[in-house]
């Protein structure tokens, strides 16, 4: 690197780990592919093992493939280190020191690839080796979730981070906000004039949320048993797709201005007291059953996870946002384990005409919006249409957009994250008041549950989840549009 080069560094905390082999390496390498970095970046990985410079890109390569991977691991270096470890970060200290002694550094970005029960150790040990202060460059922090495990936890952890950093500084990462179709939401709603006048109770019958997965909990059992379907998911990535569908129009595309808008939007919840929470919610737990033709355990099969568990692996739930645009509109949220498959899909259905005019209208359904995010992403909008021929006979139709209209690759959700965290847009990061105002809707329910004498229900390996997350919807009078 030249000393006319201004290069950023990138500080992996966890360096050997699962998400900086699989996620963070990859995700670099493309974007020095790509010409997507204005700036020189080098990766220092710290983390326990007894490894220098050369076994840690060894490492590195034994796991990373691809174009662009060799060029960003040969510039990669190492600083062993505990995270509790007061001379690791004193190591560090010198080693970053000593990088930027020849070059004109941009800044630094810490990357939190660390177990949650690390964080307070390392904004700690950052903190008290002086190695947050701007005084050749930015600093950042990138922190993964789960942030917290309640509001206490979160409000804990907010206190300890701002001791060390600002929040200007602080981008806590939910990968969810990086996927493309999730993105796409805002354009969609706010680029095209056929969409807003139509976004709000007079026209939006109810909207429907679902994030399944066709894995079991796989080898993260002790993980989930202090987690949970409701911590895992419901708090990060299905209230982060709930802002955006239902947030107001924000004065600018900028960081702070939509970030308003999305925290209005969990503010305005209504938090179910326990009394209601039996009434609103489904909790289950995936008993053995079948999968692709295939046997499966169930989740008190898993290994570390307790025969008598009542950990729910499926959570859903009926919520009420409480301002002018949605009042009385109904948000169905659920997301489960070893579900039939994989997928995550938001439905908008709107209302039916106000009347029928035509012969066996009413077979036709409501007029449906559907964003999949994952794995076939697209947007679907479903209307009815008149079959050709003589007759007046309705049919359902779908118009449909996917991303090879585009005739190239989108980025990957850490790609785009990981950019924006090296240029300071914090734009698809959570805020702070924004945690922990999910928080207190995760809280509310937790606190019903707790207050349940049954445990989760059981439903098969393969299945859709509980028979109860069913008549959720037919109480209403509605039906699930994934299944």
Known sequence: ???????????????????????????????????????????????????????????????????????????????????????????????????????????????????????????????????AKEDGGFRRIVVEKPFGRDLKTAQDLNTELHQVFQESQVFRIDHYLGKETVQNILVLRFANG????????????????????????????????????????????????????????????DADAVRNEKVKVLRAVRLPSPQEVPHLTVRGQYGPGDLDG?????????????????????AAFKLKIENWRWADVPFYLRTGKRLERRASEISVQFQRAPQRLFPREARLKPNVLRLRIQPDEGITLSVGAKVPGMRIELRDVEMEFDYDAFGRRGTEAYERLLHDALIGDGTLFTRKDEVEAAWQVVDAIERGWQQEEAGPEIYPAGSWGPESADELLHHDGRRWHLR
């Open 194 to 253: 056929i969409f807003e006048p139509l976004w709000n109770r007079r026209y939006i019958d109810h909207v429907q949320i679902t994030v399944a997965e066709s894995l079991g909990v796989e080898h993260r059992g002790r993980y989930y048993e202090e987690a949970g379907a409701l911590r895992d998911m419901m708090q990060n990535h299905l209230l982060q797709l709930m802002t955006l569908i239902a947030m107001e129009p924000p004065v600018a595309f």
């Open 1 to 131: 690197m030249s000393a006319t080069q201004e290069g950023a560094i990138l500080v992996v905390f966890g360096a050997t780990g699962d998400l900086t082999h699989r996620k963070l390496i990859p995700a670099v390498a493309e974007l020095h592919r790509t010409g997507l970095l204005k700036r020189p970046l080098r990766i220092v990985g710290y983390a326990r093992q007894d490894l220098d410079d050369e076994s840690f890109r060894d490492l590195l390569r034994q796991t990373v493939e691809g174009e662009g991977t060799d060029a960003v691991i040969a510039d990669t270096c190492y600083v062993r280190g505990d995270f509790q470890d007061a001379e690791g970060y004193q190591r560090l200290r010198k080693r970053l020191a000593e990088l930027e002694k020849d070059s004109h550094s941009a800044g630094r970005v810490y990357y939190l690839a660390a177990p949650p029960s690390f964080y307070t150790d390392i904004f700690r040990g950052i903190g008290e080796a002086d190695l």
């Open 294 to 314: 295939k046997p499966v355990p169930g989740y008190r099969q898993e290994s570390d996870v307790p025969p008598d568990s009542i950990r729910e692996t499926f």
